[in-house]
């Protein structure tokens, strides 16, 4: 069973950057499609896009331009770099599969507030 180790999140002003990680214990290699999704408070889970094997990626409108994800399939993690951050980025993010196979990790609280 393939566990998810979410990091990087934190306290960042609006317009500001971060880079979230997510770790995979087993190999992420044949996994076609991985993706982050968010949940902000009193909402619910939220897709906010994903990158497959070959590198293709896709975004929600509400990120698109701002957040790119990337995977290193030999290190087993996926990247999400957030741009020009907004208070409704406001959320714990989380990464799982595309299917969202595996259990939930503890995800990783990005808050964006001056």
């Known amino acids: 069973q393939v566990q998810l180790v979410e990091s990087g999140g934190g306290l960042v002003q609006p317009g500001g950057s971060l880079r979230l990680s997510c770790a995979a214990s087993?190999?992420?290699?044949?996994?076609?499609?991985m993706g982050w999704y968010r949940q902000a408070p009193g909402k619910q889970r939220e897709w906010v896009g994903h990158?497959?094997?070959?590198?293709?990626?896709n975004y929600a409108s509400s990120v698109k331009g701002r957040f790119t994800i990337s995977r290193d399939n030999a290190k087993s993690t996926v990247y999400l770099q957030m741009n020009s951050l907004k208070p409704e980025d406001t959320a714990v993010y989380y990464c799982?599969?595309?299917?969202?196979?595996?259990?939930w990790g503890q995800g990783t609280q990005v808050t964006v507030s001056s």
């Open positions: 799982n599969t595309g299917s969202q196979k595996y259990p």
């Open positions: 087993g190999s992420i290699f044949r996994i076609n499609v």
């Open positions: 990158i497959t094997s070959g590198g293709i990626t």
